[in-house]
């Protein structure tokens, strides 16, 4: 199971945090990734995470901005989201999978969290 929370309103140019707390699974042997969707948009990839080393990922449209890391411990993932901007506006949904490819595609993800819903004014 993946469990997301942290979305929220607000500013352009502020920051949020979110968290993706995993279980049911071993943790250390999938990689977990963040995606969002917009009203009638396409789900989109945003970044992902090898749990078994840390090494993170990201979009390029938020690179830069958005760090991503994760607390074996814990069996959570944080993204950590600064200078948000208008079109940053969507649901977020963490996922997990085992594949090692594609990973900023929906489609390589097997088990999905609820989304949370991160709005940024303008």
């Known amino acids: 199971q993946l469990q997301a929370f942290g979305g929220g309103l607000v500013q352009a140019g502020g920051s949020l945090r979110l968290s993706c707390a995993a279980s049911g699974f071993i943790f250390d042997d999938y990689v977990i990734g963040w995606f969002r969707q917009a009203p009638g948009k396409e789900r989109e990839g945003v970044s992902y995470?090898?749990?078994?080393?840390?090494?993170?990922y990201y979009a390029d449209s938020v690179k830069g901005r958005f760090t991503l890391s994760s607390d074996n411990a814990k069996n959570t993932v944080t993204l950590q989201m600064n200078s948000l901007k208008p079109e940053d506006t969507g649901v977020y949904y963490c996922?997990?999978?085992?594949?090692?490819?594609?990973?900023?595609?929906?489609?390589?993800?097997?088990?999905w969290g609820r989304g949370t819903q991160v709005t940024v004014s303008s």
């Open positions: 995470i090898y749990s078994s080393d840390g090494d993170s």
């Open positions: 996922a997990a999978t085992s594949r090692q490819y594609d990973l900023l595609l929906a489609v390589s993800y097997d088990y």
